[in-house]
Structure formats: C-alpha cells, structure tokens
C-alpha cells in the first residue's frame, strides 16, 4: 500500500509524537509498504520541500508558526491548518494518491483536509489519539466553557468523524467514547503508544561531564514543558531533596511554561535542577542513556490516561521510571506490574521525595527496573506491534 501519515510536528523537533511517527513510517516502510509523510514547517524557504529521509518521503509545507507563540497565533494557525495544507500541498496530493491514512492527534485540526483526501482517494483513515482536547485542558484549568471550548469541540468532533477507526493510547480512555459523542458512535479501540527497539544513541556522550554532573544521579525529563505537565510538581520535588548533594534534576524540552519555571528555580535559589532547550533527536537519545532515571510528571485534575511519549523513550534505553500522575491513570497498573518505575499521584509530595530517594540511592533497584522497562516495551509497546495493529483493519 501507500499510505500517507499527517502530522503537525516532525523531526528534527524532539517532541514524543514526532519521535513515534517516524518509528511507525521506518516500520511500515520495512513491511514492504510505500509511505509518505505530510507535515506543516514553519522554516523552510519554498511553499512545499519534499525530500527523502531514511526511505520515507516527507513533504513539508509551509505555516506559520503552531508552536512557541501567543495562544492566540497558534489558534489561528491551527485552525487554518487544513486549508493551508490543502492549498499549498493540493496538487501533490492530487498526483500522489494513497491507500490509507494515518492521521496524529493533537492537532485536533487535520479532520477537513482528511475527510477531503479520503472522498479524492477513496481510501480509509485511522486516528491515532493521543490527546483529547479540549476536554484536559478544561481539567487542568487553562480553558473554560465559553465560546472557544465549544468551537474547539466541534472541531474535535470533526477530526473523530473523518475517521474510519479511532486508536486511544489506554482502556481508561474508552469511557470518553462510551455512549457516544454528538449524537454518533465512533469505532474505537485501545492502540498503546510505541517506540522502536532499536534506538540509536547508546554509549557515552559526554554530556554528564559537560553539564558538571559527574558522581550524580540525574533525573531526567525530556520532552513538552506545558500546563497538562505541571512541571511546578518537579521543581517543588528538587526544592524538597536540595540538600541531597548526589542528586540532579534535568530537564530538557521547549514548551509555553519555560519562561515561568525559570523563575520559579531561581527564586528558590535551586542549584539542583536546569532546563536546556531542545536538541535533536541523536542527542536527546544520547542523554538519555548517559543518565540514570527517566521522570514523568502530569497534572493531577486530568482525568484522561495520557501515556506520555517520553515514557516510551525511557524504556527503549532501559531506564527506571518515578512517575507523579494524575489519580487513576493507567500508568501506575503498566508500570507497577513490570517492575519498571516508582508511582504516586500528583500533589503527594512526600511520596515522591521518598520515592525519588529510593531510586537515587539503590543502583540494585535502577538496575532492575531499567531491565524490566526495557523488556516492556519490547513486549507490548514496539513499532511493529502498532504498525500491525493499524494494517489489520484494512488489509483487504
């Protein structure tokens, strides 16, 4: 088949579901099938770039900017992003059909342009949702239900509606869908996350040296620094262990919150924790094997179960997870059975402290935890198991 992917931020952003693209178009790829990858970019010079990047042809087209810019800017650009593919990309499009389409949420904003490539190509589509909003940004406060919340619904709907199958990234999300949304009911089922088996990267990188880390456990966050992932929950962790001299908090990621924390660290005057703007992709797989914990952190009023792409990350290079999540989300089951990581919910501050500390002082324990990891995403969460998963429905 060929089989066109829709996202709104590809490599070399560092973002989890740009990471998770481009594994399942290489897996797809080497399945025998034709992929061609469509992504907005605000940085490249022509109206449309199409290149080929590891046997995977993408084309980028031209947008303003979706990420790093006032609300308002990114509404705007998000909310033309169909038209602005479509009549920037249209003739490619045209000359270029395809079999199926896999489409990536967020953005809640690609449904027009699929349901107009689905009626040109006559092909099916899947939806792989891994965000539903607006509804987590109502729960974590930073939307209310005014006009914008039902605009931003509608779309949503849209997005749910141009698609022939629907793929939530845990069981606990499936209530959003029970009984129906909008008068419709939607074919839905659970399509865990995914990350490659063969992550590039491993070795030495130097950065611990670099960074004058050297004899310190570092913990590590990589990816989106936003409101969903309340990043407060770790700087108030780092002011809680500032006496413990081995022990390192890293950050590194791009997001609406940076600025914000930057001041909160050094207000309180922390010395064990910075944030580093994103790097690519080879470098961010470097860090992450040099060091020692990989950490999650999600507002605890979210009552989806997001499965953070970083989490994938983590395991793919065998680290130990601590996780702070939201009360109920299915992370803490996954995590908890494999011997993976050390849970506990958001806003048990004490519990995290305690857990952090375990972690940082029993090598035995990260160890452990980082060969059960490892081995789960071997079993569950692989590329080839997605890619699978997806082509079942429309092998014929």
């Known amino acids: ?75 705007w650009a998000e909310i033309t992003l169909s038209s602005t593919l479509w009549r920037r990309a249209g003739t490619f499009l045209k000359e270029n059909p395809c079999d199926l389409i896999i489409y990536y949420s967020p953005t809640i904003f690609l449904g027009a342009l699929v349901r107009r490539l689905k009626l040109l190509w006559r092909c099916p589509s899947y939806l792989v949702l891994r965000d539903i909003f607006p509804k987590w940004a109502v729960e974590a406060g930073v939307l209310r239900k005014g006009l914008p919340y039902w605009y931003f619904r509608y779309k949503e709907l849209a997005q749910y509606r141009a698609a022939d199958m629907i793929g939530v990234e845990s069981a606990g999300n499936l209530a959003h869908f029970s009984g129906g949304l909008g008068g419709r009911r939607f074919s839905v089922e659970v399509l865990p996350s995914w990350a490659s088996v063969n992550a590039n990267g491993a070795g030495k990188s130097g950065y611990r040296r670099q960074l004058g880390l050297e004899n310190k456990v570092v913990f590590f966050y990589g990816g989106n620094i936003g409101v969903a992932q309340d990043i407060d929950n770790i700087v108030r962790l780092a002011n809680g262990l500032r006496e413990h001299d081995n022990i390192f908090f890293l950050l590194v990621g791009e997001g609406s919150e940076i600025v914000r924390l930057n001041q909160s660290i050094r207000a309180l005057g922390l010395h064990n924790i910075k944030i580093r703007p994103a790097v690519p992709e080879e470098h961010y797989l470097a860090m992450l094997h040099e060091f020692d914990v ?11 179960h997001n499965f953070p792409g970083k989490m994938l990350g983590y395991m793919s290079c065998g680290k130990p997870v601590l996780a702070s999540i939201n009360p109920g989300n299915d992370i803490r089951r996954v995590l908890e059975e494999a011997g993976a990581g050390l849970c506990c919910d958001n806003g048990d501050d004490e519990q995290l402290r305690e857990a952090a500390v375990r ?28 890619a699978d998963q997806i082509l079942s429905h429309f092998r014929t």
């Open 1 to 75: 088949m060929r089989i066109l992917i829709l996202i709104d931020d590809y490599l070399p952003s560092m973002k989890s579901g740009a990471k998770m693209i481009h594994d399942l178009g290489l897996e797809l790829l080497h399945q025998g099938h034709e992929v061609i990858l469509l992504t907005p970019s605000p940085v490249i010079g022509a109206t449309v770039e199409v290149s080929g990047e590891h046997g995977l042809q993408v084309v980028r087209v031209k947008t303003d900017k979706l990420k790093g810019v006032s609300k308002l800017h990114r509404a």
């Open 294 to 304: 990989g950490i999650l952190s999600l507002h605890r009023n979210l009552t989806s």
């Open 359 to 386: 972690l940082a002082y029993d090598p035995t324990m990260r160890e452990a935890m980082g060969r059960n990891s490892r081995l789960l995403l071997e079993t569950k969460y692989s590329d080839r198991a997605a």
